[in-house]
T-cell receptor
């Protein structure tokens, strides 16, 4: 079982709709969760992080964390063509363990 | 406020050669992590440097080594290059005084290494 799993996609969403990206992780002791956006040929850009169960909103983005289900998601409201990218989920297992473990990413395409 | 910078942008090397990649962290950051990202994969953790020492290492062979300088910049060295070392090498920095606490890592633009 992979440590961090994401559906590779591609996920196609009409412009203006809500895009929902999902991620599951295997280490129940994981503490910190991050979403990065990566455009083709570019480096990952941090867009959201969440440490506590529940929802965290930042503009059009909402991260949701459920530690009991070992599940983290990212919602993108009012999707724009510029949101078309690969979204990487990353997990840090515990405080003092510095490495981020990434999923393989979900490729999102917003259809105008 | 300068972000994370890396050099060079692209590099082509031959099998068996050695390569050095460089990274300068974001202003105010003292911790540097290196990742390798193969095509179609997520980044894989190589190692992290803090206070000029390797603090943690991922599952990479000893051919991969690094260094951190007093100004917090860092180098990644790869010896005896293999074709499989072709990848995007990413440097990420994180804020000062973050040992054992919450923090976020910010990536540089990366160095694209091609081994022929």
């Amino acid at each position: 079982q992979k440590e961090v799993e994401q559906n590779s996609g591609p996920l196609s969403v009409p412009e203006g709709a809500i895009a929902s990206l999902n991620c599951t992780y295997s280490d129940r002791g994981s503490q910190s969760f991050f979403w990065y956006r990566q455009y083709s040929g570019k480096s990952p850009e941090l867009i959201m992080f969440i440490y506590s169960n529940g929802d965290k909103e930042d503009g059009r983005f909402t991260a949701q964390l459920n530690k009991a289900s070992q599940y983290v998601s990212l919602l993108i409201r009012d999707s724009q063509p510029s949101d078309s990218a690969t979204y990487l989920c990353a997990v840090r297992s515990d405080f003092g363990n510095e490495k981020l473990t990434f999923g393989t990413g979900t490729r999102l395409t917003i259809i105008p | 406020d300068a972000g994370v910078t890396q050099s060079p942008t692209h590099l082509i090397k031959t099998r068996g050669q050695q390569v050095t990649l460089r990274c300068s962290p974001k202003s105010g950051h003292d911790t540097v992590s290196w990742y390798q990202q193969a095509l179609g994969q997520g980044p894989q953790f190589i190692f992290q440097y803090y206070e000029e020492e390797e603090r943690q290492r991922g599952n990479f062979p000893d051919r991969f080594s690094g260094h951190q300088f007093p100004n917090y910049s860092s180098e990644l060295n790869v010896n005896a290059l293999l074709l499989g070392d072709s990848a995007l090498y990413l440097c990420a920095s994180s804020p000062a005084g973050t040992s054992g606490g919450d923090y976020e890592q910010y990536f540089g633009p990366g160095t694209r290494l091609t081994v022929t």
